[in-house]
Structures are given as C-alpha cells and as structure tokens.
C-alpha cells in the first residue's frame, strides 16, 4: 500500500511540477507579451533551479528522507499554489518589481520541486526495491504525469478555471501528497502529528484561495484597469475584460485595450468607409476577426450590402457582444441582423477551406503581440485572402500605429505588396490609441478617395476621409521586410517599437 502511494505521489508531484511551470509562463506571456521569450526564459530558469534542488538533495540525512520529502511536498504545494495569485496583485498594484517577483517564484518552485524525484527514490530504495525497477516505475509515472497535465492544462484547467483557481488547485494536490504520506509513514516518523496538522492547515488556506480566486482576480483587475469590471471571462483563447467609468466602455483582451466606446467610431468609420464607399456595387463583405461586431455595425449602414460574413475564433466574444444589453446598444444589434452570418472558426484554416469570393474584405484582428497573432499578418494568409477577394474588390487591415509602431505598420504594408497586391496605407487619430494606421489593398492597381461619404458617420466626411491618406514628414515610409510565416519577424518589430514608447 506505501509503494502504490508513493507511486501515486510521484504521478501527482510530475504533474504539479510541470503545472507550475506552465502557469508561470502563460501567466508572464499574458502580463508582458512576447509568449517566446516568456516561455523560453520561465522554462530555462525552472530547469536550471530543479538542478540545483537535485544537487541540494544529496545534503539530506538517510534518517531524515522521509520528513523533508514531507516538508518539501507541503513547501512546494503552499508557494506554487499562491505563486500566481501572488504574480497577478503584484503586476497589477505594484508593477516595478514583476519580473524578479516572477523569476523569484518560479526559482523557488523550481528548486523544490527538483528535490521530490530523487527524494522518492531514496524512499524507495529504503523500502529495499531493486534499482533496476525503482528507476523504471518512477520515471514512468514522472512522465505520465507531464504528459496528463501538458494535455489537461491547455484543454481544460486554463480555460475554465483560470490561471489562479489553476494554481491553488495543484498546491491542494502536493499538499495532500503531503498529508497521506505523513498518515501512512507516521510510525516512521518523528512528530507526525505536527505534520499531518500542517498539512491539513495547508490545504485549507489553499482551498479558501481557491473559492476566493474571482474575488482575487477581480480585486487585481480593478488595480490593473482603474475602473469598475463589468465582465470578466477565461475563454479557450483569451481573457475578455470589460469595463465601465461613467458612460465609457473598455473592452481588454489579454490585457490590451480593443476600444474605447468614446471613440471607437473614429477607429471603425475609418476602417470601414473609405473602401466600401470606394464600391458602391459590393453586395458580399467578409469580415475577419472583429467579434465586437463595430464594424459590422459600419458595414450595415450601406444599403447595397446584402450579406456579412464574420469570422472569428472565439465564440464566448460573439455572444457577449450579441447578448450583453449595453454591448448590444453599442453595436446596434449588429451581429442579430438577418444580413449578418457568424462563424467561430479559426480564420487561416477557414479561408483555406472556404471557396467564396468577396467584393470586400475587412480585417480587424488583434495586434501582433505574439507568434499565434503575427501568423494572421503573415504573406501566405494574405495570399489567402487574395483568394477570395474580386478582381475589382479592396481588403483593408488594420495595421497598428506608424507613429509609435512605424516597423510594424510599414512590415505589414510590405507583406501585403509580396502577396501581389496594390497598397494605400492611411492613418486617423483615435484618442485612445493614438494615431492609428490601416492599409487599403486589391487586386486593382487604381484607387482614389472617394469625395465624399454615403453614409452618415459621426467622424468621417469628404475633406477628412481624403486627409487619411496624407502622411506627415515625421512618419516617412519605411523599407522593411515583409512578415515571412518562417521568421514571424512582424511580432518582433512590433514588441520593439512599443517598448520604446513604454520606455
């Protein structure tokens, strides 16, 4: 019975080893950015801090494997469980001291976790197991546990219980590695009683974090945006946050702000209107990303449209935007229209499989923060969606800020040109951005603004709609590369140019 429950731990510790691991590098990209170097640097500190806590592990007394294995199961279970509830207050009340708080955590864990495997080993071997089966079963149930939560992790515990409930869920399970094998080896123990009390008190506190994670992420939420959260959810994909100050929405995905329902409409009158009104004979639009349903809302307005196609990913993002009361006066109920079909798909794989052509094409994906992003700007998806657009037809991206993101803005500009496509970049100033840049592209070598606006807007009109085009003397053209699948340079352009501006 010791020797199932041993191996049972050993299952239980791998899985929690790696747990933590991959909450502190999904936790750092979601707060930082840049998910590559995130996991690269996370991984390569936990790795290297597990060795130093095998090589620490030689200094413990034959006598005493047993209690610090104890002790090491109920250290590792109370600092990983808090670890990222601990991560997220401080990034979102404290924010200078993050990044050594990050790899504080994970150095820790790491170094503890490291002295679990050879810890049981040890035990085992006390227990007079041959060496040849004591190495087979543990690093057989070691791997298995990887395995189990690298499948769980990404499918089921971080979507659907978040990062923080994530946490305090695997410090409950090394916890009560921790308990059990205090019960079961209490004879072999000195102060056993003690032990089993700390673990049962561990394991409370860990499980009242646990039921107390919403109120946490909420508490940390309102520190990192400043104002009143109104939604807040975990999907397979992202993490949608809405917020209200007075009469002002705010919607964050992955803690970037999407829009401002102050001005959004600048954003989303200049993306839409100066190619459509450039078609007064389109019928069919596609709209890629965009789940806000904003600028669909711009779309309808013409009357010659009689049918939206909208894809994107995330179907917890269309039906907020579909059943949420003050989100749905803020689109117009665009995403119920009869004119309007939704589909959640992933939109590389959807162009691929879909044969319909398009008399114009919007784009309005999130900006290129990471590799996942950076592939939707990347030449070959552009290619894509040159497929589906009409000879005569125009597609227009929006494409970051060419002032605070210039090599990013004119990156995508170039990728654009290597699909075989004509470019019109242009600019409008949003105040919650600032100045922000689209890119108007077709098939068609012609395009010329067209002189006034079809519909009514709040922002756009004749004169201002042609000014888009204009680019001052301080935001030259760049020659930049274009975004390459293989290289996926775009994203680091991108990260480049905003820390400069955080900077």
């Not at 996370?42 to 592990?57: K, P, Q, T």
């Not at 409409?265 to 349903?293: C, F, K, M, S, T």
């Amino acid at each position: 019975m010791r020797d199932r429950a041993l191996i049972l731990s050993v299952l239980i510790v791998a899985s929690c080893g790696l747990g933590y691991e991959l909450i502190g590098s999904a936790l750092a990209s979601y707060l930082l950015g840049d998910s590559i170097l995130q996991f690269s640097t996370v991984i390569g500190c936990y790795l290297f801090a597990m060795g130093v806590g095998s090589w620490f592990s030689r200094y413990v007394p034959d006598d005493k494997v047993l209690d610090r294995f104890i002790d090491v199961e109920l250290l590792v279970g109370l600092v990983g469980g808090l670890s990222a509830a601990l991560l997220f207050l401080v990034f979102a009340w404290v924010a200078a001291p993050f990044r050594a708080a990050l790899y504080v955590c994970v150095f820790l864990i790491g170094l503890l976790v490291g002295m679990e495997i050879p810890l049981v080993m040890r035990i085992f071997n006390q227990q007079r197991t041959e060496f040849r089966e004591l190495v087979s079963k543990v690093l057989a149930f070691d791997y298995l546990g990887a395995l189990a939560v690298s499948l769980v992790f990404p499918l089921l515990l971080a979507p659907y219980l978040g990062l923080l409930r994530t946490g305090f869920l695997f410090g409950i399970l090394n916890a009560s590695v921790s308990l059990w094998t205090a019960w079961l080896f209490r004879a072999h123990l000195s102060r056993a009683a003690d032990k089993v009390w700390r673990a049962t008190l561990v394991m409370g506190l860990l499980a009242v974090g646990f039921g107390l994670s919403g109120q946490m992420t909420g508490w940390a939420e309102r520190g990192l945006y400043g104002d009143q959260v109104i939604h807040a959810e975990t999907t397979p994909y992202q993490r949608l946050v809405v917020t209200r100050w007075r009469d002002d929405l705010r919607l964050h995905i992955n803690g970037n702000l999407q829009f401002s329902s102050r001005d959004e409409h600048r954003y989303h009158e200049a993306l839409v209107h100066p190619g459509l009104d450039a078609v007064p004979w389109a019928r069919n639009v596609l709209v890629l990303g965009g789940g806000d349903g904003l600028a669909v809302r711009e779309i309808l307005k013409h009357k010659n449209i009689e049918h939206i196609t909208l894809v994107d990913l995330d179907p917890a993002m269309t039906r907020l935007f579909s059943t949420s009361a003050p989100l749905v006066e803020l689109n117009q109920g665009s995403l119920k229209n009869p004119r309007v079909t939704v589909i959640n798909a992933d939109a590389g794989a959807w162009l691929e499989s879909n044969a319909h052509v398009y008399d114009f094409i919007v784009v309005d994906f999130p900006d290129p923060t990471n590799f996942g992003l950076g592939r939707l700007y990347s030449t070959p998806i552009f290619r894509l969606m040159a497929r589906h657009l009409s000879e005569q037809g125009y597609m227009v991206v929006q494409s970051t800020s060419p002032y605070f993101a210039p090599h990013s803005f004119w990156s995508i500009n170039a990728t654009l040109k290597e699909a075989g496509l004509h470019t019109w970049p242009y600019h409008c100033y949003v105040p919650s951005f600032g100045d922000w840049g689209y890119i108007l592209a077709g098939k068609r070598a012609d395009y010329t603004p067209p002189a006034r606006v079809s519909v009514p807007t709040r922002y756009l009109d004749g004169p201002t709609l042609k000014e888009l085009f204009h680019f001052p003397v301080d935001m030259p053209a760049l020659e930049m590369p274009p975004n390459r699948l293989n290289e996926q340079s775009l994203v680091r352009y991108f990260d480049e140019d905003w820390r400069k501006v955080i900077r």
